[in-house]
Structure formats: structure tokens, C-alpha cells
């Protein structure tokens, strides 16, 4: 069996189109490039030369290759080339209706077509993701709450997906734990944590009523390191950037009526609003060429560094082997 690449149906091996939505299924080992069909273990093509898609990338030697670098060192993504990618990850939505006898449940739903949730009831925080192991949310929680953590640690899980999908593009690679270590390496170093937290309270903020908003985590990662007005300025317009993209595709599915829903479960559980963290809000964001070209040079950067420096390298070892056990 074949999972269909687009709405994840599965399918016989012998199909040539997604027996759900019609997608051309894409026969294994055969070279992209010229066609030739090669043996399942094949990396590069047989006649060709060049690396088979799909393939993946199980090691940091492979990764941190020469051959991978000038791939990631040439790679340019058009914007046409990008609303693409950013349509693929969305697309498995279009083909479920968001359900659920309660509001939570609804927002799980959605949740859940990306990634598994699961209950969490220890520790303090309010939820968080795990790779390879789904979004963990504290039902501890009264439900809108619980809502605005699922959207939060959803928006973590979605920002992480267009970054892995870049990338297994530039590589023509297939997702794996090796490529994921790195990923999420990227995006807990200093500057680009604190781009991530305001992406996610962004895209929470957008979907909760007005007054709830709330940057907590990211005012106390801002306060933990001590990062000069300048960075911090740059990180928030480049979260909000994404942001604003994932905005864009989730009301399609948090739409109209579901907004109306959560601001009811607010009233019913006798949330009390604030207003301060609403200032925290911005409208500034990167054109999206610039956002993608800046997306791309700082990943070479931190690519580079991380195939010199046996401290990064370790680090990285250490996250792969919490994702393999998880």
C-alpha cells in the first residue's frame, strides 16, 4: 500500500491515481529526472547519475554532505513555488469536515489532521509539541483555554512542517528524523525560539476573542535572554510573517461560525480578558520573497555551523535520539 502524497489516502501499489481525490501517485525508485527505474535501495540514479526522490537522509554525515550544502547554497523558491508548498500541507484539510459535539472537540479535529493530540495532565505548561509524538495539551484546563493552547502548539507544528517541507524539497528528500533534528535545532536556537513563540501567540491571538491575547511565553523568553531591542524587533516581523500565512489557510477552516463557537466557550467559562498583551500585535511582515530569501540564507548559515562544530553536531545527535524513543 501507497499513502496518497496529497490527501493521505491509501492506496494499492499498482494504482496509478488516489483513488479519494485523484492525485497521480508517484511510483518509487523512479528517477525524476530521466525516468530510469532503479532497485529499491538506490540512492542515486543508475544512468543518470543524480539523487532519486524520493530518498531520505538518515544520518548527519549525509546531511552535512558538500553535495547537500551547494544544494541549500543555490537553492532559490519562487513565490509561486512556495504558495504551493504552503497549499500541499493544507491540502488533507480540504477533505475532512471539522467535527466534534463541542467546541474543543472541533478544534481538536482539525488539530488532529496533521498530527496526533493528546492529553497531558503534569508540569506547567499549558501544551507543547513533540516530534514525532503529536501536540500535547493539559486537559487540566477549562475548554477555551484548552482551545487557545491547541491552536498555539498547532501553529508550532505548522511552522515546523513548511521549514521540513523547504527543505525535503531543496533535497529531494523524504521527511526523516535526521533532517527533523536539524529543524528543530533551527528553530530553539535563541533568536529564531523567540520568531517561533511569536508566530504561535500570533496565530492563537487571531482565533481567540478580542481581549484574550496573550504572549506570556514569548515576554519571558524576551526577559530569559536578554536579546537587544534590534534582534528582537527582527524575529517578531519575521513570526509574524509566517504567521500571516498560517492565518491564511486555517480560516478556512476556523471560519465565521467555529470564531463565534470559541467566543461563546469563552463567556461560558468565565475567562476574564485583559487587553494589555493585545499591544503586543503587529502588522509589519516581510514581503514574501525577501522573508523566504532571509529564511533560506540563515538556514545555510546555521547548516554550515552545525557541519564544522562537534558540540552542535552531539546536540544534534542527542535531539534525534529523544525523537527515535518518543
Same mark, same amino acid.
Given at each position: ?11 494499492f501499489k499498482e494504482n ?126 477549562? *475548554?477555551?483555554?484548552?482551545? +487557545?493552547?491547541i491552536i498555539h502548539e &498547532?501553529?508550532?507544528? $505548522? %511552522?515546523?512542517?513548511?521549514? !521540513? ?118 502588522? *509589519?511582515?516581510?514581503?514574501? +520573497?525577501?522573508?523566504?530569501?532571509? &529564511?533560506?540564507?540563515? $538556514? %545555510?548559515?546555521?547548516?554550515? !555551523? ?21
Amino acid at each position: 500500500m501507497i499513502n496518497c502524497d496529497l490527501c493521505g489516502t491509501l492506496n494499492f501499489k499498482e494504482n496509478n491515481y488516489c483513488t479519494h481525490c485523484g492525485n497521480k501517485l508517484v511510483m518509487e525508485h523512479v528517477c525524476p529526472y530521466c525516468g530510469e527505474v532503479n532497485l529499491d535501495y538506490a540512492t542515486h540514479c543508475i544512468k543518470c547519475k543524480k539523487q532519486i526522490n524520493p530518498i531520505e537522509i538518515n544520518d548527519f554525515d549525509t546531511l552535512f554532505s558538500q553535495y547537500n550544502e551547494d544544494l541549500l547554497s543555490n537553492a532559490e523558491i519562487s513565490d509561486v513555488e512556495y504558495n504551493k508548498l504552503l497549499k500541499n500541507i493544507f491540502l488533507r484539510a480540504d477533505y475532512i469536515e471539522v467535527y466534534g459535539n463541542t467546541t474543543k472537540n472541533k478544534i481538536l479535529s482539525l488539530a488532529s489532521v496533521f498530527t496526533e493530540c493528546r492529553p497531558k495532565a503534569r508540569g506547567y505548561e499549558r501544551g507543547f509539541i513533540f516530534l514525532g509524538n503529536g501536540i500535547y495539551y493539559d486537559d487540566r484546563l477549562v *475548554d477555551a483555554v484548552q482551545i +487557545s493552547t491547541i491552536i498555539h502548539e &498547532l501553529a508550532h507544528y $505548522l %511552522l515546523f512542517s513548511i521549514i !521540513e517541507n523547504l527543505l525535503c524539497d531543496i533535497f529531494s528528500v523524504r521527511p526523516s528524523t535526521t533532517l527533523q533534528s536539524f529543524i528543530w535545532y533551527f528553530l530553539t536556537l535563541p533568536e529564531f525560539k523567540i520568531m517561533n513563540e511569536y508566530c504561535a501567540h500570533t496565530v492563537e491571538g487571531r482565533f481567540v476573542p478580542y481581549g484574550y491575547q496573550n504572549y506570556g511565553s514569548f515576554n519571558l523568553l524576551i526577559k530569559q535572554m536578554g536579546l537587544d531591542d534590534e534582534s528582537v524587533k527582527g524575529m517578531v516581523i519575521f513570526g509574524n510573517s509566517f504567521a500571516n500565512e498560517i492565518i491564511t489557510y486555517l480560516e478556512k477552516y476556523i471560519d465565521g461560525n467555529l470564531r463565534d463557537e470559541i467566543k461563546l466557550q469563552y463567556r461560558k467559562d468565565s475567562v476574564a480578558p485583559s487587553y494589555e498583551e493585545i499591544l503586543t500585535e503587529t502588522n *509589519d511582515s516581510l514581503p514574501l +520573497s525577501l522573508k523566504n530569501r532571509t &529564511l533560506l540564507q540563515v $538556514l %545555510l548559515d546555521i547548516f554550515k !555551523e552545525a557541519s564544522q562544530e562537534t558540540i552542535i553536531r552531539e546536540e544534534l545527535e542527542r535531539i534525534k535520539e529523544g525523537i527515535e524513543q518518543n
